[in-house]
């Protein structure tokens, strides 16, 4: 129910918009909409969600025409990373992009130091992050259910901080990384079943625009 009224919050403010302008093409309808859902209320409409993820990007959306030259720029590393990085699950969502590793790609159960494999599967993945550098890029660890909420708070930071530290080590700039962790909080999955709290151990990775690449938008969208 949280989650409808969530949702129903946006879609009713998008249809204000849409009444309001019916003479506005598609770009400039998109770009209102996501001004809309944009700035502080992306943690509250992610959280209620049950979408962390969620929540990052559309805090981050400049919306405008300018969120629609990011979020062309955003479809073509999207494409990149499914063709190169095939173990992944890749999203798309308004301005940035959402990849989900889990625990059987990066972890052994209940540890958070990176195999050799987990290595690999990264090592895909910084390719195409150092082609597309103009970007941020927040880390989020999660866990499943098994254990107490403090020792998966605990797991989930050190995840994430195991994937930054080898992402660093590879030449991606720190500067251009944070994590999170959000231990048992935020399942996506059904920790029921062993296949979903499988998939709730998972390390997520959210790519948004910085800072010199929201202006270079900005400058394209003037002209």
Same mark, same amino acid.
């Given at each position: 129910m949280k989650n409808f009224k969530i949702y129903l919050f946006i879609l009713l403010s998008s249809s204000l918009i849409f009444i309001g302008c019916a003479s506005w093409n598609k770009t400039q309808k998109g770009g209102a909409v996501g001004t809309v859902a944009g700035g502080?209320?992306?943690?509250?409409?992610?959280?209620?969600?049950?979408?962390? &993820? *969620?929540g990052a990007i559309i805090g981050a959306?400049?919306?405008?025409?300018?969120?629609? +030259?990011?979020?062309?720029?955003?479809? $073509?590393? &999207?494409?990149? +990373?499914?063709?190169?990085?095939?173990?992944? $699950?890749?999203?798309?969502?308004?301005?940035?992009? /959402?990849?989900?590793?889990?625990?059987? /790609? @990066?972890?052994? !159960?209940?540890?958070?130091? @990176?195999? !050799?494999?987990? $290595? &690999?599967? @990264?090592?895909? *993945?910084?390719?195409? @992050?150092?082609?597309y550098n103009e970007t941020n890029i927040e880390l989020q660890g999660h866990t499943d259910s098994k254990g107490s909420i403090a020792y998966n708070q605990t797991l989930s930071e050190e995840r994430a901080g195991s994937v930054s530290r080898y992402l660093s080590s590879t030449g991606i700039a720190s500067n251009r990384m944070t994590i999170k962790g959000y231990g048992e909080t935020v399942p996506k999955y059904d920790n029921k079943t062993s296949d979903g709290r499988s998939e709730n151990r998972r390390v997520e990775f959210l790519i948004t625009a910085n800072e010199k690449m929201k202006a270079e938008a900005e400058k394209e969208a003037a002209n």
């Open positions: 502080g209320m992306g943690a509250v409409i992610g959280r209620a969600a049950g979408n962390t &993820a *969620l959306a400049v919306g405008g025409a300018s969120g629609a +030259i990011i979020g062309h720029q955003m479809d $073509k590393q &999207a494409e990149e +990373i499914k063709k190169t990085v095939p173990d992944a $699950k890749v999203e798309r969502i308004g301005e940035g992009i /959402v990849i989900e590793f889990n625990s059987n /790609v @990066l972890f052994g !159960y209940d540890k958070s130091n @990176l195999s !050799y494999a987990s $290595k &690999a599967s @990264l090592d895909k *993945l910084v390719k195409v @992050l150092n082609t």
